[in-house]
C-alpha cells in the first residue's frame, strides 16, 4: 500500500485520466466518456465524488469508483442510498486490496454524510467481501417473441416521444410506482429533467427513448434502452397501471420498432409481477433470468430506527396491533432489540457480546419478559429487511436463519414482509 495515494479526483486532470483509464480497461465500451458525463452532468455528482488509487511513482490512476447518490423510496420512508458505481482496477495492480481500501474511503463518506444504504450493480461474487448481498430484484429477462405479436390492436392508441413539456405526467407516475412497490426509486425534478435530456442520445450508455401513449381517456408512459445486456429491444419502463389494451399496443408497435432496428425479440426488463409483464404472459412471453440489487446496510440499528414508522404502520395493519414486547434480530455476535409498548416502538438497542450465542439468547430487560427472537447472520439482514424472501424461503437455504417460536415467526412476516421492490434507474 506504501506504493499508491488514495484520495478524491480534485487534481485539474483527474476527470481527463479516469476517462482514459475507463476506456482502456472497458475496451471497447466507452465507460470513461460516460464516467466523463457523468462527473460534469449527473445530478449530484461532482469530482470530488470520485475515489482513486494513485500509483505514486508513474502518478497514473490505477483503481476507481464513484460514489453516486439516490433517493429511495422504503414504503413512504425516504432512504439516503450511495451507489458504488464505475468501478475498476488496472489488470497490474489487481490483487493488493486497493478497491478494499476505496471501498473503506467510500464507507466513510457514507457514514460521515449519512447514507443509509449503499447499492451496487457490480459483477457477481465479488462485493459480498465488502458486506454487499442480493436484496433487490432487477435485470430480469422476460424475452418475449416477435412471432407472438404483430396483429394485437385492442385499442385506438397514438404513440409518441416524450419530451420535457411531459415532466410533471412523468412524475405523477412515479409516485403510482412508489405506491405499488415497496423499494423504488425516487427522482427528483432535477433528475427527470435530466434524463428527458439524454433521452435520444445513443451514445450514452444508459440513454434511452421515453414515450407517451394514450387515447382519449387514458395516458401511460414507456422507456426503450438504446444499451443493455441481450440481443432484444429492452423495455426498462412502464406505468405500473398500463391498461391490458394499452400494453398490448405498446407490444406491438416495440415489434415493429424491433424490425426497424434488427432486434430479434422484446426484453422486458420489469418486475415479474408489472402490469405490461402480466400482459405479456399471455402472448407467450417467458422468463429467462434475473440479477438482484446488492445492498449494504452500513448500521443496522439506525436504519432500524429510521424505518420505525414503517414498522409501526405493519404492526398497526395487522392481528398484533396492540403488541408489547421485544422483536430481538439475534445476529449471533450481537443483537438489536425493538421494544414495542402497545404497538410503538418505544426503543431501539444494540446489545454487543463476546459471550457466545445461548447468552445472547438470554439477555433480558426489566420492561418485559416477552421476547420474540429471530436468529439470522449478518448477510441476511438487507433479505430480511427489503422482503426479499420470506422467512421459510431463507430457512431452507440458510438454517442459520430462523425464529425461537411461532409467534417469532408471526413478527418477523409482520415486520418484514416479503413484497415485490423494483428501482428504476436514476440515469
Known sequence: MENYIFRRAIKENDISQIKEFFNEIYTPEKVGDLAEHFSHSLPGMKPE???????INSGKIVSACALIPWKINFSNTELNAAEMGIVATD???????LMKRLGEEFDKEMKNNNYDISIIQGIPGFYSKMGYYYSVEFENHINLPL???GTLNYGRFSIRLGNINDLEFFMTEEIKQQIRFNISAKRSREEWTYLLGISGNYELEYAGEFYIIENESDK???KINFHGFGSGLIISEASENISFNAACELLNFCGELCRKRNKPYIRINLHRNAALVKTAFNFEAKFCSGYAWQIKIPDAENFLKKISPVLEDRISNSDMIYFSGIFRVNLYSRTIDINFKDGKITEICLIKSTAGNKEIQNLETAKTNE?????????????????????NEINSLRPDTYTESSKAALLTEILFPKKDSWIYCRY
Open 91 to 97: 489488470v497490474q495492480h489487481r490483487n493488493q486490496g
Open 49 to 55: 465524488s470520485w475515489f482513486v488509487a494513485e500509483e
Open 220 to 222: 401511460f408512459y414507456f
Open 371 to 391: 421476547t420474540y427472537i429471530l436468529n439470522t447472520t449478518e448477510d441476511m439482514i438487507p433479505v430480511i429487511f427489503f422482503g426479499h424472501k420470506n422467512l
Open 147 to 149: 412471432h407472438s405479436i
